[in-house]
């Protein structure tokens, strides 16, 4: 495979899964690779491999006879992660708040967390 059918396949791959994650394209939603084609001016090679390495990651599913899906989000482990972010998350803070620079770090979050709201405030989740 050459340098440049490899970088259309990430690019594919990449463009593909942040549009999932924006929602635009929706958990139980249905693909057709010559619709996504379409939507990023893609040929159909990349597009193809794209889909193959995410089927692979578990971001979409095949039926047979029936079409390609965006996966449905699974609420349990969305309820896990969340419990293990917000553990890890004030663990760090907690960590960071005993370091001799804590006031730079202190600076740091309270911009993140403004910048965060502002994306909020706007429905600029993507940004978020």
């Known amino acids: 495979m050459n340098e440049l059918n490899f970088n259309l396949q990430n690019q594919a791959y990449n463009q593909i899964t942040g549009k999932i994650l ?7 939603q249905k693909i057709s690779q010559k619709n996504i084609e379409i939507d990023l001016q893609l040929g159909r090679t990349p597009v193809r491999e794209a889909l193959l390495r995410l089927r692979r ?19 349990d482990a969305a309820i896990n992660a969340r419990f293990i972010r917000e553990n890890l998350e004030a663990k760090i803070v907690s960590e960071a708040a005993a370091l001799k620079n804590n006031n730079l770090l202190l600076n740091q979050a ?16 993507h940004n978020f």
């Open 110 to 125: 309270r911009d993140a967390i403004e910048l965060q709201e502002q994306y909020a405030a706007k429905a600029e989740y």
């Open 22 to 28: 924006r929602n635009e394209y929706r958990p139980g």
């Open 57 to 75: 990651d578990g971001l979409i599913y095949s039926i047979p006879q029936s079409g390609t899906f965006v996966t449905k989000i699974d609420l």
